[in-house]
């Protein structure tokens, strides 16, 4: 007996479904080419030359540590990806007007984005097109929000409708949220021209739409970096809000690592401060591990507890709150009393929140 006896088989994802359906096919002719992985020519899993060089740095780093991150990720990680998006002379990132967290691949950052979307902005639908990636209604609505579409692919021609995407945004309500891919469309392979990238930023300006761009194959359009985000970098040249998701599992190659992120460009750097704040309030509960469990403090025996702080933590500690520890985050229990106790509790706290 179970109680879970009563649930019923969920049907398998349609295209992570392929695959176990591939796998079980004994046939040797058989051919997958339902998951957007690269394969070699034997159709094995291929591992770039540059992530393999960068996995050798990293083992034979023996400084390297697996401490906890901030609740918004590696604070270089996420320069170097909103400079790869946004260009590395990005007025919206010299004026530090973008916000970037590191996310969960390309799915955490849009779940991220949404939420906070749910949360913090006054316009809960977000336009789709038709088709789009299946995963893109399922993400927006659990994070609550409503989906609908517009019109984006046009069978007859088997390219871009562009006069009913037109149409469709034209009579969304003032200030929804617009999802577009940045390039490469899944799973059409349509994207607009450039000038028809500039009409659909005019007119969504024009109407206050929300862009919120998915970009998941920065690079595998043009085959150059740059070229791709050329249709983002139209919407933040010109001044104006949006927010970018962005997956490194195809471009990399790191599907099963989930390495992504989202930035936020705000109108202002002062707005992106608070955004930023209200963004860890939206990961820290979901699966963000910082400021975490203490319950080691009382676990640990001995004179000493290994706090787990790191020596960014510890030195933000001493400077800001005159609190004097070793670099490796060991305190002596012996040196806390009942009085200093609430001072030292809020200096962590504000380390492990920073
Ligand atoms: N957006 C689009 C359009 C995609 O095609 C994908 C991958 N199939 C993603 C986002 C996100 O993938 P991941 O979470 O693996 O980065």
């Not at 990806?81 to 849009?110: H, M, Y």
């Not at 500039?198 to 740059?226: N, T, V």
């Not at 690592?257 to 955004?275: N, P, Q």
């Amino acid at each position: 007996a179970s109680v879970f006896a009563g649930i019923a088989q969920a049907p398998e994802d349609p295209i992570l479904g392929v695959t176990v359906a591939f796998n079980k096919d004994p046939s040797p002719v058989k051919v997958n080419l339902g998951v957007g992985a690269y394969r070699t020519e034997e159709g094995k899993p291929l591992v770039l030359n540059v992530v393999r060089c960068a996995e050798q740095m990293l083992i034979n780093d023996p400084s390297r540590y697996k401490e906890y991150l901030p609740i918004t990720g590696l604070a270089e990680f996420n320069k170097l990806s909103a400079k790869l998006i946004f260009g590395a002379d990005s007025p919206a990132i010299q004026e530090n007007r973008v916000v970037t967290v590191q996310c969960l691949s390309g799915t955490g950052s849009l779940r991220v984005g949404g939420e906070f979307l749910a949360k913090h902005y006054h316009e809960h639908t977000i336009y789709i097109p038709t088709p789009t990636w299946g995963n893109h209604p399922k993400i927006f609505t659990l994070a609550g929000l409503t989906a609908r579409t517009y019109r984006y692919y046009d069978p007859a021609t088997r390219g871009l409708d562009f006069n009913g995407l037109v149409e469709d945004l034209s009579s969304a309500p003032l200030g929804s949220i617009v999802l577009l891919h940045a390039c490469a469309h899944n799973p059409t392979g349509v994207d607009p021209t450039v000038d028809q990238w500039e009409k659909i930023r005019q007119l969504m300006r024009s109407k206050s739409l929300l862009p919120f761009f998915d970009s998941a194959y920065q690079g595998f359009a043009s085959g150059s970096l740059d070229k791709d985000a050329q249709p983002v970098r139209m919407f933040v040249a010109d001044g104006g809000e949006l927010l970018m998701a962005q997956s490194y599992a195809k471009n990399m190659g790191l599907y099963g690592e989930r390495v992504g992120a989202l930035s936020i460009v705000c109108g202002s750097a002062d707005v992106a401060v608070r955004v930023e704040s209200q963004l860890k309030l939206v990961i820290r509960p979901m699966y963000s591990r910082t400021p975490g469990d203490w319950s080691h403090i009382i676990k640990q025996i001995g004179m000493f507890t290994f706090t787990g702080l790191n020596s960014e933590q510890v030195a933000f500690m001493r400077q800001e709150y005159h609190i004097y520890m070793t670099s490796d985050g060991r305190i002596s229990m012996a040196g806390l009393n009942m009085k200093n106790l609430p001072h030292l509790a809020d200096a962590i706290h504000a380390a492990v929140t920073k």
